[in-house]
């Protein structure tokens, strides 16, 4: 069973970047089957999906926030992460890391991280 | 993107009755619909997905149905430990998306 743990810094100053892991056990991030996903969940917003990374580096950013996305994937410690540059206030939320399964079908995101509470504030 | 819309945004029902939830896609996402159960502090689970499926270990209380744009979910007799928000999220089309979701709360 894939367990998914995020970790990174509570608070973060704007304008700066975010940076999240999320350490994956009982699976791996070279998976060809999956996408590696990050959501986040604001009281305003609710839950919003950021993007995924597939375990060949090839990425979905969604179109809100790509211009200020990235991630990579680290197969020798079986994490991905994500970052957020030029943070402001709005980015406040709890980030969630899930998996997604990648077929010729279509499937839900099933496997969750317990999520981590980002503050941006100076 | 699709826009996923609840309603109601709070649903008040006793214990023992019946809570039944409505999401409504933008355009049609297929059987491409999950719910999720989410408690305060908790990470959303999921309950439903390709609409109607049970995901596993979840109770046959929970059911799903609709396709297309209008979907809906139904916890046949609410037991106290159903009381928490749900959400609906398409995965159809990139980006996924959700619903805002839909707070259930005791009567």
């Known amino acids: 069973q894939v367990q998914l743990q995020e970790s990174g810094p509570g608070l973060v100053k704007p304008s700066q970047t975010l940076s999240l892991t999320c350490t994956v056990s009982?699976?791996?991030?070279?998976?060809?089957?999956?996408?590696w996903t990050w959501i986040r969940q604001t009281p305003g917003k609710g839950l919003e999906w950021i993007g995924y990374?597939?375990?060949?580096?090839?990425?979905y950013y969604n179109p809100s926030l790509k211009s200020r996305l990235s991630m990579s994937i680290d197969t020798s410690k079986n994490q991905f992460s994500l970052k957020v540059s030029s943070v402001i206030a709005a980015d406040t939320a709890v980030y969630y890391c899930?998996?997604?399964?990648?077929?010729?079908?279509?499937?839900?995101?099933?496997?969750w991280g317990q999520g981590t509470t980002v503050t941006v504030s100076s | 993107e699709i826009v996923m819309t609840q309603s109601p945004a709070t649903l008040s029902v006793s214990p023992g009755e019946r809570a039944t939830f409505s999401c409504r896609a933008s355009?049609?996402?297929?059987?491409?619909l999950a719910w999720y159960q989410q408690k305060p502090g908790q990470a959303p689970r999921l309950l439903i997905y390709?609409?109607?499926t049970r995901a596993t270990g979840i109770p046959a209380r929970f059911s799903g149905s609709g396709s297309g744009t209008e979907f809906t979910l139904t916890i046949s007799s609410l037991q106290s430990e159903d009381f928490a928000v749900y959400s609906c999220?398409?995965?159809?089309?990139?980006?996924?998306?959700f619903g805002q979701g839909t707070k259930l709360e005791i009567k």
């Open positions: 899930a998996s997604e399964l990648r077929g010729p079908s279509y499937y839900p995101m099933d496997v």
């Open positions: 355009q049609t996402v297929s059987s491409n």
């Open positions: 999220q398409q995965y159809n089309n990139w980006p996924r998306t």
């Open positions: 990374i597939y375990y060949t580096g090839s990425t």
């Open positions: 009982g699976g791996s991030v070279n998976s060809d089957n999956v996408y």
């Open positions: 390709d609409a109607s």
